[in-house]
């Protein structure tokens, strides 16, 4: 059986399911990570000193971050335009880009975290690593679940593209908008944590 | 998925069902059995109320030493069950009834959808319910029992607790999943899958209160997770999100470095959990409205008002939680903003109660079980909302928090107001569901004790509360020089308790018996005009719902039309097709 306007777009709503599905995805997550910063919020202000970013944690190590992830959004968008051209090499290539700039921030984070677990800087610590590992560490799990699903794909979803091309595209649209989302909630981290 | 529901093995037909009707069963009976479990739990600990540390007979001795030696429960078991029967209740039982079962049954139906938007997640909705629930269970089985610092968790007593609370935390993570999951559907479906001539407002109530469930349900958990996320780490990774500095347990400093709140926990706790209460009631209030039109034979009376009322307590729901923490300290003025939005909160549940009590008036009202049940549900859940209206204001809070009247005046609400009104629903879509009728004899005798019991159990509560007993004493007031004028009632508590119990019987009986010897229903049994109706009665499982999607041409509960000889018009019967074919 097929269900309707799973493709096309319902003419009086102007959406897809799969676009309308993720968009109300994505209000419940702002709303995940908003209880976090008011969390952060709130315990910043109820406490009695609260200290700076750079006083534990790398700015400039964050900052090459911050870019490999705004970079990793425009490749995954100039791969998006490429399939809708129906230019598979190219989109091939820059959604690849994405996927090797999505590990590249991984293997930042993880030489960041070893850095701290060497100083002996745990979440224990203090409330300002307990909020920084949580959030960043919620934000990594993010990327681990955005990553896995772009290779997916890739690779083993791509045959979908030879069956059902519109089908195709509209999931890698998916996997855009949330890859979006994901960079935007590090575009808050970064300065909240690192810089205020 | 194929079209020859015939070529499905067993597994994919009825397990890993993708079918949403398949899949509202799923839950409608993993909920059921849940609803059981809890309301047991719930008569061991009025055992231990009405009897303090006497030794429960019969069965007392099975439970072990760890929770009952002799037979005596434990006060750490004691609150255990006490966590665990408001856990199961809330989020194993009446929500995936109400929102999982008759959600999933019946939303695609009554729009005219071949099924939900995203049959997967549906699926994966229902299994990480199901994952949630056996994770909350296991919870018995760690070391120092299941979680025993209430179903609100509060810190710093849920953060010092034995391993069942971090259990507890996975479990929720998993049925927090599975609201999102099953959320974001009905979303999408009720808004893109509607048939041809549906509009939003000719939407069956049902449906309207099911989408605004939704809609709480996406956006309040997430804090909630949020917070489960900072308590795990609280308990596992030693952070102090929610420990203050230099607290002493047992005569030692715990080793936490402090400067976490204990407020912040209760703020995003509440956050979620007042929007719950309306994500238990308001699938009532749905299914109420349905059975009301139906059995007064007559158009509901406001319907669009009680539309528009719902919508409006649904934001508004978003805005009152910091009621439930007058006594917190968070100051006057915040109180004061709270009392104010919670007595508003209470005008769009009156326009509800009231359309639904004036739509009584002049109808030529059926008296069958499904009624009996929706027609209770009116007084009950009035009780329940007028005792919270002293609740709702700080002042009167001082004297009733976290007293007995607490406890009467939200279980008013769910026991004999929502779960009443999920009765009903399961006695009036039975025949849609199976082809069958229940018996009404048994539906009768479930009704009239259920009735009788309910009362009695809850309205002592509220009396009990007024003297000031608290609620979470373990011997119920026993060595409470105040509560000495009320402890009889404790005993009339437990008894009717346990004669509820009892009462439920008849129901199980009937459910299981009239699956197979019930009288068979034809596909439109009880006269109504919803689309539902407009499929075969229990519609094949595995397909889709309608041999041809319906066309629907005007407002539901069309009973009684003026200028028209029908007695009752269905949404999608075509006035003009029928005249032609007349002439």
Redesign the interface.
């Known amino acids: 059986?097929?269900?309707?306007?799973?493709v096309e777009e319902?003419p009086d709503?102007g959406?897809?399911?799969g676009r309308?599905?993720i968009w109300?995805?994505l209000?419940?997550?702002?709303?995940?990570?908003?209880?976090?910063f008011?969390?952060y919020i709130?315990?910043r202000t109820?406490?009695?000193g609260w200290p700076k970013g750079a006083d534990f944690l790398n700015i400039p190590l964050a900052t090459v971050n911050t870019v490999v992830l705004i970079s990793s959004s425009v490749t995954i968008i100039l791969a998006w335009i490429a399939l809708q051209m129906n230019n598979v090499k190219r989109f091939r290539i820059l959604y690849s880009l994405t996927i090797l700039l999505g590990f590249i921030f991984l293997i930042i984070k993880y030489f960041e975290y070893s850095a701290k677990f060497h100083h002996h800087y745990?979440?224990?610590?203090?409330?300002f690593l307990?909020?920084y590992?949580?959030m960043t560490g919620?934000h990594v799990l993010h990327i681990l679940g955005g990553l896995l699903v772009n290779i997916y794909h890739l690779f083993p979803g791509f045959k979908l593209y030879k069956e059902d091309p519109e089908k195709y595209k509209g999931r890698i649209e998916l996997s855009g908008i949330y890859w979006h989302f994901v960079d935007l909630v590090w575009i808050f981290l970064f300065p909240i944590l690192y810089l205020l | 998925?194929d079209?020859h529901s015939s070529s499905q093995s067993f597994w994919s037909k009825y397990v890993f069902s993708l079918d949403h009707k398949v899949i509202g069963i799923q839950y409608g009976l993993t909920s059921l059995g849940f609803l059981i479990l809890g309301f047991s739990l719930v008569l061991l600990m009025r055992w231990q109320l009405a009897y303090p540390e006497q030794a429960l007979p019969l069965i007392g001795k099975f439970f072990g030493n760890a929770s009952m030696p002799d037979g005596v429960m434990l006060p750490e078991f004691y609150n255990s069950l006490g966590a665990m029967h408001g856990t199961i209740m809330i989020f194993l039982g009446v929500v995936p009834l109400g929102v999982g079962a008759f959600g999933n049954y019946l939303v695609p139906l009554q729009i005219g959808?071949?099924?939900m938007?995203?049959?997967k997640l549906n699926m994966a909705s229902y299994w990480c319910f199901f994952v949630g629930g056996f994770v909350m269970l296991l919870g018995f089985a760690m070391p120092g029992g299941a979680a025993n610092s209430g179903w609100t968790a509060y810190p710093p007593l849920s953060i010092v607790a034995t391993s069942g609370q971090t259990v507890w935390l996975i479990g929720m993570v998993f049925l927090i999943t599975s609201s999102?999951l099953g959320?974001?559907?009905t979303?999408?479906t009720i808004?893109?899958?509607r048939a041809k001539g549906m509009t939003f407002m000719r939407m069956p109530t049902l449906v309207w209160t099911q989408l605004v469930t939704a809609f709480l349900l996406?956006?309040?958990?997430?804090?909630?997770?949020?917070?489960g996320?900072?308590q795990l780490?609280d308990r596992l990774?030693?952070?102090?999100?929610f420990m203050p500095e230099g607290l002493v347990l047992s005569g030692q400093i715990l080793p936490?470095?402090g400067?976490?709140?204990v407020l912040?926990w209760q703020?995003?706790f509440w956050?979620l959990a007042h929007p719950e209460v309306y994500v238990l009631i308001l699938p009532a209030m749905g299914i109420v409205s349905e059975v009301i039109a139906n059995n007064t034979r007559k158009p509901l009376w406001g319907r669009k008002g009680m539309i528009y009322a719902s919508v409006f307590l649904g934001f508004m729901s978003f805005i009152v939680w910091a009621h439930h923490m007058y006594l917190t300290g968070m100051g006057t003025v915040i109180s004061a903003f709270f009392q104010a939005t919670t007595m508003i909160i209470s005008i769009p549940s009156v326009i509800i109660l009231t359309s639904l009590l004036l739509s009584l008036w002049g109808g030529s009202i059926r008296f069958n079980t499904a009624m009996l049940f929706s027609l209770a549900f009116l007084p009950m859940f009035g009780i329940g909302g007028l005792t919270g209206l002293p609740l709702g204001l700080a002042a009167a809070d001082v004297h009733l928090h976290d007293t007995y009247y607490v406890i009467g005046h939200f279980h008013y609400i769910v026991a004999p107001g929502t779960i009443f009104a999920l009765f009903s629903g399961i006695y009036y879509w039975y025949p849609k569901i199976t082809g069958r009728q229940m018996s009404e004899t048994l539906g009768k005798w479930h009704f009239w004790p259920s009735l009788i019991c309910m009362n009695c159990i809850f309205f002592p509560m509220l009396i009990q509360g007024l003297a000031g007993v608290s609620r979470r004493l373990y011997d119920g007031g026993a060595t409470y020089e105040l509560a000495k004028d009320v402890l009889y009632l404790n005993k009339v508590m437990s008894a009717s308790a346990a004669l509820l119990f009892v009462a439920q019987i008849p129901f199980i009986i009937n459910v299981f018996t009239s699956f197979w010897r019930g009288k068979k229903a034809s596909a439109n049994h009880w006269d109504a005009t919803t689309l539902e109706w407009a499929a075969t009665s229990s519609p094949p499982l595995g397909?889709?719902n309608f041999e041809v999607i319906p066309e629907v041409f005007r407002d539901p509960y069309e009973y009684n039309p003026p200028n028209s000889d029908k007695e009752f018009l269905p949404q999608n019967f075509d006035l003009q097709n029928d005249k032609k074919r007349e002439d």
Do not use: C
């Open positions: 059986m097929k269900i309707p306007f799973a319902r709503t959406l897809n399911n309308f599905g109300l995805f209000a419940s997550e702002l709303m995940l990570f908003g209880g976090l008011s969390a709130l315990l109820g406490s009695s745990y979440p224990s610590t203090n409330t307990a909020i590992f949580t919620l | 998925m079209n959808a071949p099924d938007a995203f049959p999102l959320s974001i559907n979303i999408v808004v893109q899958l996406l956006m309040a958990f997430p804090p909630l997770e949020a917070a996320v900072l780490m990774a030693g952070t102090s999100f936490y470095t400067g976490g709140s912040l703020h995003l956050f397909h889709g």
